[in-house]
């Protein structure tokens, strides 16, 4: 299922779980600056690349491939 802004998501690393809100999403490209850094994230049409805002405010790019969807996004 394709994520869209507002989509609720969560992921999973070896020591914890992550949650957050789909802030953007691109086929191709995101770019943006964290503490100074350029960080930049490449998807593809079958993949994109989301702009999350975690619940305790961070930012991080992640694939489609690399979350889960947890509640559909209506408008």
Known sequence: MMMKKGSKVQWFTSQKVYTGEVLETNQKLIEFTRNGVQVTRMGKPNNH???IKQDNADVVLKLENEVQL???HTV
């Open 49 to 51: 690349v989301l702009m």
């Open 70 to 72: 947890l509640q559909p």
